[in-house]
């Protein structure tokens, strides 16, 4: 490669490099942003600090089924099992699945350890513009 440097007081400024070059560099540096995003994904999953999750899950999510029913049945709990694990009724978190009540931040964060999520899992997602 070869470039042109430009000078101001004495110190490198600029590197002028012909297109290709430039293109190349561009090229290399975003494989090597995808290449460190990737091992950050697999050290995070190694570490059991993420999971992956499948597409049926995150389809029922997006079609706005409620949060706490889809994470609950996919780790394969009932309610009671669910109830019994976050400390509150069955019946309680059958009427937060049916959208009977609303949780309070403190109940829902139970629910969540219990699910293995963070609160925010749990909350319900606006609908998308458009949609």
């Known amino acids: 490669m070869t470039a042109q440097i430009i000078r101001k ?5 600029y590197a002028i490099v012909p297109w290709k070059d430039y293109e190349t560099l561009v090229r290399k540096a975003e494989e090597l942003d995808d ?3 990737y091992d950050r994904a697999v050290a995070e999953l190694q570490q059991g ?9 995150v389809n029922r999510l997006l ?3 409620p949060p706490i029913r889809v ?3 996919y780790r ?4 009671s099992e669910l109830a019994a694990r976050s400390g509150l009724s069955q019946s309680y978190v059958a009427m937060l699945e049916r959208g009977a009540r609303r949780g309070t931040i403190d109940k ?3 629910l969540a350890q219990a699910l293995e ?3 925010e899992d749990l909350l319900p997602q606006p609908p998308e513009a458009g949609a």
């Open 117 to 119: 999520l963070d609160t």
């Open 9 to 13: 007081d004495g110190r490198p400024e």
């Open 49 to 57: 600090h993420d999971e992956l999750v499948p597409a049926e899950v």
């Open 76 to 79: 394969g709990l009932t309610q």
């Open 71 to 73: 994470w609950r049945e």
């Open 108 to 110: 829902l964060g139970r």
């Open 35 to 37: 290449t460190f995003a």
């Open 63 to 65: 079609a706005g089924e």
